[in-house]
């Protein structure tokens, strides 16, 4: 596509004319799917720092919606970092500035192709491997894993090649990325949250995995967990959620949506969640909020140039996953009226409608539907042009992905690593998932 863009923010504006991938950097906009200024970064009509609910929030006069302030520094941070993981292992953007406009430049001393980004002029080289013992060692993990070993062997065969597990890991999960990153580019995605358990009393990660609906394959994975020391406004803390959901073994796929609405109203801040105590004991290491690890995980599904034809995306029915997406794909739902919907429930075969209702703050309208056995889907198209059957807006690729991914941490009873091993594994397995999917 041949568009006009300024890319680079409010600081460094460069204006060039072919492919690009539109990075959103300024997470205070409005994220309205009808207004004209969702996803435009400092509108006139904005109004900062203002408390309506109690909490730091700010307007847009132009639909009067009220989004929470996020904080823009610790998501620079997080998207920085990113976008340098997905440039140097894919060699799909620049890992300095983040743009597409990548060409050749020869190659470097020891006979790697280099590339240089044509609007900061950087250049690089693909990453590769390191050391040789890490190399090694991680070689070694992925027959150990292949065979199941649990845990304590995969430390134990550290310990016996010399090597130091935390970098074979690191090794594992960039050469795992680097596969996931390199699949063909999707247009109907859906994206559900997860949490994993680490090392530590009621320690978890919390993550998002999204899938390409069409293949299965997951098309990125990511958690909380960054390598530096946040700011504090970017950093999770345990906080006051609301009340558990009281479920019922009969609730309906659109009554536990709107017990999920309820639940969103009585949460001190709609953006906040509580998903443990989440400790780490390195200084080089924080938890962000899980809004800021959503905004980054739909940052890198764009800068992987998912969703450029439109389509849709279906999420998991948590409220601030809806904002994240909506202005990290901004200018595809302007563009392309990429739909945007929230999923609840799981159906096989046929289905037939049953209810349809509004719920919640928003009094978005929901559908549910029913199937033979007396299952139920409850969905809620939020933004966007949806092309899809009712039988096919669902979280099932992602579920599934989701599922293989937690059986085997606990097959292999890694609960019992760091943060970051469990991370490592998790980025592998998800891997090892695309590879099943393709033999068969
Ligand atoms: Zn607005
Ligand atoms: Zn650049």
């Known amino acids: 596509m041949r568009i006009t863009f300024y890319f680079g923010g409010m600081d460094r504006i460069a204006r060039f004319s072919f492919f690009v991938v539109i990075q959103m950097l300024d997470l205070n906009v409005c994220k309205s799917g009808r207004c004209k200024n969702l996803g435009v970064s400092k509108a006139k009509e904005y109004e900062y720092h203002i408390r309506p609910l ?10 009067s919606a009220t989004p929470p302030m996020l904080d823009n520094e610790s998501f620079g941070l997080m998207r920085s970092h990113w976008l340098r993981q997905v440039g140097l292992s894919t060699g799909k953007l620049c890992p300095g500035c983040g743009a597409a406009a990548i060409k050749r430049f020869g190659q470097s001393s020891n006979g790697k192709p280099r590339f240089q980004c044509k609007v900061c002029q950087k250049t690089f080289s693909n990453r590769s491997s390191v050391m040789k013992g890490q190399e090694q060692l991680a070689k070694a993990i992925l027959d150990a894993l292949s065979c199941d070993q649990d845990g304590e062997n995969l430390t ?93 073994s009969t609730d309906s796929a659109i009554e536990l949506a709107h017990k999920q609405e309820q639940r969103f109203l009585l949460r001190q801040q709609f953006d906040r969640c509580d998903f443990g105590s989440a400790t780490v004991r390195k200084q080089s290491q924080s938890h962000a909020l899980p809004v800021l690890s959503a905004h980054a995980h739909f940052a890198v599904l764009n800068a992987l140039g998912h969703g450029e034809e439109g389509g849709a995306h279906f999420l998991s029915h948590e409220v601030f996953l809806r904002g994240a997406c909506i202005t990290q794909f901004s200018e595809h739902v302007k563009r392309h009226q990429m739909a945007l919907a929230y999923v609840v429930g799981e159906t096989n075969g046929d289905i037939e ?27 809620s198209v939020l933004c966007g042009n ?52 393709e033999c068969c």
């Open 386 to 437: 949806l092309a899809l059957e009712p039988k096919e807006v669902r979280l099932k690729s992602a579920m599934n992905a989701l599922r293989f991914i937690q059986r085997e941490v606990e097959k292999l009873n890694l609960a019992a690593f760091t943060a970051s091993r469990v991370e490592s594994f998790a980025v592998e397995f998800a891997k090892r998932y695309n590879q099943a999917l």
């Open 54 to 63: 109690g909490f730091l929030a700010m307007r847009c006069g132009a639909c």
């Open 353 to 379: 409608l049953s209810t349809i209702r509004k719920l919640g703050w928003w009094q978005n309208s929901w559908r549910e539907f029913r199937d033979n056995a007396g299952k139920t889907k409850a969905y």
């Open 156 to 248: 134990q065969l550290a310990a016996n090649k010399g090597v130091h597990f935390d970098r074979a890991c690191e090794q594992l999960k960039r050469q795992a990325y680097q596969v996931i990153w390199q699949g063909e580019r999707a247009n109907y995605m859906a994206s559900v949250r997860f949490t994993l358990p680490y090392k530590g009393n009621d320690n978890q990660l919390w993550g998002i995995l999204t899938t390409d609906i069409l293949s299965g394959r997951v098309l990125h994975i990511s958690t909380t967990l960054v390598p530096f020391g946040l700011p504090e406004q970017g950093r999770y803390q345990p906080c006051v959620d609301a009340p558990p959901l009281e479920l019922s």
